[in-house]
């Protein structure tokens, strides 16, 4: 009787949340996180650095939809002992939260940072009553200087457990080893510096973006010898069971033919089932052939159940341009057009190109075979919603392919400057017959 009551509860709550999912604009402030800050209240840190610590988490949580069915929050102090003064789930809506944040007293003592890492994974975490429907499950470790317990086996056991750990290192006195110890690997994701408390502020995009990154994107793209968060849309789109196979730019490289009548459609939940982070990179090395060049068409679109465009990249052979539209908070939607100098129109001669657009909270930039074509402002934009579709090279007329190599979306917005056109570079000396290396077009790291 009781397995039953409790599948009934499990199978009500996933009910409740799908429907409130559909019924909402998408983003990682939407994600289901269980969010746990663990913050150090030593003597070294001073009440005054305390109340700005408070203040960054404050800023930082804002962006979440804090309630049972999104992201609940859970902070610790540490000095000597770990004290728990906001447990997971207690609060269900910002304004409490942060109310209840800016309540929290300093508390003083030694740094026992392993202490309180343990005390998150055996208490904290562990107490979460949503079992299965938390998708991520992440720790942010604030300190201002080294820790006089042991780290490493806490640190291990949270990992253990699917624990997300993010060491955010303050002041001259951290020990970058520790902090290293502390988090997820790539350190050059986990763990971030601030010069001190008064200047932490600087980094609360960074960090903004990168619990973003980890609540929105949880598929990893092999590239060179890292792993990058995002979306490999050939592979999401299906385009390899569904488009003709052809070679790509260079003999080690496999692309794929989109005639007119071929249909890359996907239900956008499947593709972004938390929706679109605010920062990304759109990246994708193609060819343009006949009449495709001379035409207009959406290379990738988001749309909405009603078919409004959400998010879309439009190349208009007739015009030499690329357009990026995305979602509006004063509008329908807006456009970035990219017109530029020569370099747009070089895009529809026939050859092997690169498209990179980087989107960021108020700009977007446009790349070509990376050379940087132009940087326009975006108004504020809405979440997408997820309840509509995603689709690879839509167009009107008939007879026009385009050859497609890749199609990804980075989360990463500095992936932009590893992402190279390697491939388009030594498909042009090959063609001169000049030595070349085959490289990825991620390997600069």
Not at 35 to 46: F, T
Not at 170 to 189: D, F, H, M, R, Y
Not at 200 to 220: A, F, G, H, N
Not at 393 to 401: A, L, M, P, V, Y
Request: glycine share 6%.
């Amino acid at each position: 009787v009781k397995t039953s009551v409790e599948f009934l509860h499990f199978y009500l709550c996933l009910l409740m949340q799908l429907n409130y999912h559909n019924k909402k604009n998408i983003s990682c402030s939407t994600a289901v996180n269980d969010l746990v800050y663990i913050i150090d209240g030593s003597w070294s840190v001073g009440v005054s650095d305390f109340d700005t610590a408070k203040q960054w988490l404050i800023n930082i949580t804002s962006q979440f939809d804090i309630s049972s069915h999104y992201t609940q929050v859970a902070v610790i102090q540490y000095s000597d002992t770990p004290r728990l003064e906001i447990p997971l789930g207690k609060h269900q809506g910002v304004a409490e939260l942060i109310k209840a944040i800016r309540s929290i007293s300093y508390l003083g003592g030694n740094t026992q940072t392993g202490r309180a890492i343990k005390f998150a994974v055996d208490h904290v975490f562990a107490s979460s009553q949503r079992g299965n429907l938390v998708k991520n499950r992440i720790a942010v470790v604030v300190t201002d200087g080294k820790s006089q317990d042991d780290v490493v086996d806490a640190s291990m056991e949270a990992r253990a457990q699917s624990i997300t750990v993010f060491a955010v290192g303050v002041g001259t006195e951290i020990t970058t080893s520790e902090l290293i110890s502390i988090a997820n690997k790539p350190s050059s994701t986990y763990v971030l510096y601030a010069e001190d408390y008064t200047t932490i502020d600087r980094i609360r995009d960074s960090m903004e973006q990168k619990l973003c990154e980890e609540s929105v994107c949880p598929t990893r793209i092999p590239v060179a010898s890292r792993d990058e968060k995002g979306f490999e849309l050939m592979v999401g789109m299906n385009i390899q069971t569904k488009a003709k196979k052809i070679p790509g730019s260079l003999v080690s490289e496999t692309a794929y033919a989109l005639a007119a009548s071929t249909d890359i459609t996907e239900n956008t939940r499947e593709i972004f089932p938390e929706g679109l982070p605010p920062s990304y990179v759109f990246v994708s090395t193609l060819r343009l052939k006949g009449i495709s060049s001379k035409l207009s068409f959406d290379l990738w679109r988001v749309l909405s159940k009603d078919k409004a465009i959400q998010a879309a990249v439009t190349l208009s052979g007739k015009d030499k341009t690329v357009t990026f539209t995305t979602t509006s908070t004063t509008e329908k939607e807006q456009k970035a057009v990219f017109k530029t100098g020569f370099q747009v129109g070089t895009l529809y001669d026939g050859k092997w190109h690169q498209i990179k657009v980087l989107v960021r909270h108020r700009q977007v930039t446009g790349f070509l075979d990376d050379q940087r074509i132009q940087e326009l402002m975006l108004k504020p934009v809405e979440p997408i919603y997820i309840n509509g579709e995603t689709q690879v090279s839509k167009r009107r007329g008939t007879d026009i392919t385009v050859e497609i190599q890749k199609l990804r979306l980075y989360c990463d917005p500095h992936q932009s400057e590893r992402e190279t056109a390697c491939e388009i570079y030594s498909a042009m000396n090959a063609s001169k017959w000049l030595p070349f290396t085959l490289c990825d077009s991620s390997d600069a790291d």
